[in-house]
């Protein structure tokens, strides 16, 4: 039983057709969209190395069914950019030296993304940490990627001092 | 992956229309999902609620009760400013489960309908009587160093390793249920079961029956001052509890009018330690008086295989939750949620 949705990827819409309600957003995204930015790690959950934003918000796409998100905004790595302007936590990942292989770096810097968005750390470097901590680094370039997003945060003006409890 | 049927209906009553033998609910899949991958589930039919109208509301009801639907995310309940402030330590548990990404996904709801984390259990290839009725429980004479140390059986020795569901044992919560049959409440001290002979049978739901919204008490409000939940992991985020506690205290005089006490990962379901509670009443806050507390508490206690320290583990963390409980609830969510790190985290 084949299935057809509609997505708005990278601001562009795209309708696709699924042959079976198996496909995760992570599969259809590499295979299907020509978008490898997003990795895969462990595809359980578990690594954050495929995380995409879905009506702006993080979430693991390795454990989302495509079929489920029909309607659904999109943002992968591959729309942070605009034209030749990195994003502002892309700069501040090479400012900082928050990779050492990279393979983990789309999903932290989409993470890094929404962690800000949901406003809930600002510019503080634990609840960074703590934000972040659903993305593995085994090169453990965890000081660098903090440092990145300590300093997004300040140039996004999103500190969120008395934030709700 | 196995080949499955899909349904994405709009309302309650067409999603348990749609239900069948064999069928599963899917809401945030972040269990769901993980377990079909491996083989652990094997649905002929997912029922897709993420359409369903009206679950993904907070809202205070006429009586002062708090009513949260099945489908709120846990990131969105846990930062809804007036539902943390009325239930702090609710709020505290759900921070201190998963990953940012994850609590954006998983939902109220799921969060009930968790499956254990039993390492045999979520290996298709070992013997589990949880998965398969009669087949064995190689748990018994495996690595069960993080197993259940209050009410488990010869059957099963796995936790329920929930957070959110220990602050909800302890705050008297109740479950919304519709179904085949109708609709109906279950208090969540019944919900989830204990294994006995029958550790497959994981909820006092009947088949078809769906979570609709959980339902906190005005009166469990009125401990939000004295309340937090700690929770003791192998790292300090991101990780499933070792054991956990949520402790609750209302005070007047400085003594002890209500409590509230319940433990995590030491059984099949959220422990709530009433007894425990019972002896704390009148009594004036002391480390003394709580370790008496944690000690009633464990009452009945005993290894389920290479566990016995988790009984002494679980004594510490009730006896240092209730503890801090006692000196108040933190005027903003500590950096590490329910952890022992960073402020908010010392006696």
């Given at each position: 039983?084949?299935?057809?949705i509609?997505?708005t990827?990278?601001?562009?819409?795209?309708?696709?057709t699924?042959?079976d309600?198996r496909?995760?957003l992570?599969d259809?995204?590499?295979?299907?969209l020509?978008?490898?930015?997003?990795?895969?790690?462990?595809?359980?959950?578990q690594c954050?190395?495929?995380?995409?934003l879905?009506n702006?918000?993080?979430?693991?796409?390795c454990?989302?069914?495509?079929?489920?998100?029909?309607g659904?905004?999109?943002?992968?790595?591959?729309g942070l950019?605009d034209?030749?302007h990195?994003?502002p936590?892309?700069?501040a990942?090479?400012?900082?030296?928050?990779f050492?292989c990279?393979?983990?770096?789309?999903?932290q810097?989409?993470?890094?993304?929404?962690?800000?968005?949901e406003?809930?750390?600002?510019?503080?470097?634990d609840?960074?940490?703590?934000?972040?901590?659903?993305?593995?680094?085994?090169?453990?370039?965890?000081?660098?990627?903090?440092?990145?997003?300590?300093?997004a945060?300040?140039?996004?003006?999103?500190?969120?001092?008395?934030?709700a409890a | 992956?196995?080949?499955?049927?899909?349904a994405?209906p709009?309302?309650v009553?067409?999603?348990?229309?749609?239900w069948?033998p064999?069928?599963?609910?899917?809401?945030?899949?972040?269990?769901?999902?993980?377990l079909m991958?491996?083989?652990?589930?094997?649905p002929?039919?997912?029922?897709?609620l993420n359409?369903?109208?009206?679950?993904?509301?907070?809202?205070?009801?006429?009586n002062?009760d708090?009513?949260?639907?099945?489908?709120?995310?846990?990131?969105?309940?846990?930062?809804?400013a007036?539902?943390a402030r009325a239930?702090?330590?609710?709020?505290?548990?759900?921070l201190?489960?998963?990953?940012?990404?994850?609590?954006?996904?998983?939902?109220?709801?799921?969060?009930?309908?968790?499956?254990?984390?039993?390492?045999?259990?979520?290996?298709?290839?070992s013997?589990?009587?949880?998965?398969?009725?009669?087949?064995?429980c190689?748990?018994?004479?495996?690595d069960?160093?993080?197993?259940?140390?209050?009410?488990?059986?010869?059957?099963?020795?796995?936790?329920?390793?929930?957070?959110?569901?220990?602050?909800?044992?302890?705050?008297?919560?109740v479950?919304?249920?519709?179904?085949?049959?109708?609709?109906r409440?279950?208090a969540?001290?019944d919900?989830?079961?204990?294994p006995?002979q029958?550790?497959d049978?994981e909820?006092?739901?009947?088949q078809?029956?769906?979570?609709?919204?959980v339902?906190?008490?005005a009166a469990s409000?009125?401990?939000?001052?004295h309340s937090?939940y700690l929770k003791?992991?192998?790292r300090?985020?991101?990780?499933?509890?070792?054991?956990?506690?949520?402790?609750?205290?209302?005070?007047?005089?400085?003594?002890?009018?209500?409590?509230r006490?319940?433990?995590?990962?030491?059984?099949?379901?959220?422990?709530?330690?009433?007894?425990?509670?019972?002896?704390?009443i009148?009594?004036?806050?002391?480390?003394?008086?709580?370790?008496?507390?944690?000690?009633?508490?464990?009452?009945?206690?005993?290894?389920?295989?290479?566990?016995?320290h988790?009984?002494?583990?679980?004594r510490?963390t009730?006896?240092?939750?209730?503890?801090?409980?006692?000196?108040?609830?933190?005027k903003?969510?500590?950096a590490?949620?329910?952890?022992?790190?960073?402020?908010?985290a010392?006696?």
């Open positions: 039983m084949s299935f057809s509609s997505l990827v990278n601001g562009t819409p795209r309708e696709v699924l042959e309600a496909v995760t992570l259809l995204l590499r295979e299907r020509d978008l490898p930015g997003t990795k895969k790690g462990c595809d359980r959950g954050g190395a495929c995380t995409v879905v702006g918000r993080r979430i693991n796409s454990l989302a069914l495509a079929v489920t998100l029909d659904a905004e999109v943002t992968t790595i591959e950019a034209g030749d990195l994003h936590v892309q700069a990942f090479i400012a900082h030296d928050g050492q990279g393979y983990c770096t789309p999903g810097i989409m993470s890094a993304v929404g962690l800000i968005a406003g809930q750390a600002g510019c503080d470097a609840r960074i940490r703590e934000g972040m901590s659903g993305n593995l680094c085994r090169c453990a370039a965890y000081h660098g990627i903090t440092e990145a997003v300590l300093d945060s300040r140039r996004m003006g999103t500190d969120t001092e008395g934030a | 992956m196995n080949l499955f049927d899909y994405r709009t309302t009553e067409e999603a348990i229309a749609a069948a064999g069928a599963s609910y899917l809401a945030g899949g972040t269990n769901l999902v993980d991958k491996t083989g652990v589930m094997q002929g039919k997912l029922i897709d359409r369903l109208a009206g679950l993904d509301r907070i809202e205070s009801l006429a002062g708090t009513r949260v639907g099945a489908l709120v995310r846990n990131a969105d309940l846990a930062h809804d007036g539902f239930f702090p330590m609710v709020a505290e548990a759900l201190s489960g998963a990953s940012g990404q994850l609590r954006n996904a998983a939902t109220v709801g799921g969060n009930l309908m968790q499956r254990t984390r039993c390492a045999y259990f979520q290996d298709a290839h013997a589990c009587n949880r998965r398969t009725p009669g087949a064995g190689d748990a018994r004479g495996g069960n160093a993080t197993m259940a140390v209050l009410g488990w059986s010869d059957s099963c020795i796995a936790t329920n390793p929930s957070d959110f569901g220990v602050a909800l044992a302890a705050l008297d919560a479950v919304e249920v519709e179904g085949p049959q109708g609709s409440e279950i969540f001290a919900f989830h079961l204990l006995g029958t550790p049978r909820t006092a739901l009947a078809g029956e769906l979570v609709v919204a339902r906190l008490p409000a009125q401990l939000r001052h937090r003791l992991r192998e300090t985020s991101y990780a499933f509890a070792l054991v956990s506690a949520a402790a609750a205290l209302r005070l007047e005089d400085g003594h002890i009018v209500e409590a006490l319940a433990l995590g990962a030491v059984a099949a379901r959220p422990w709530r330690a009433n007894d425990a509670e019972a002896l704390l009148g009594q004036t806050p002391s480390d003394e008086l709580f370790k008496r507390a944690a000690d009633v508490a464990l009452t009945g206690a005993t290894p389920s295989g290479d566990n016995a988790k009984i002494e583990l679980a510490r009730a006896a240092r939750a209730l503890a801090l409980a006692a000196i108040g609830t933190p903003r969510m500590p590490f949620p329910a952890s022992l790190f960073g402020e908010h010392h006696v």
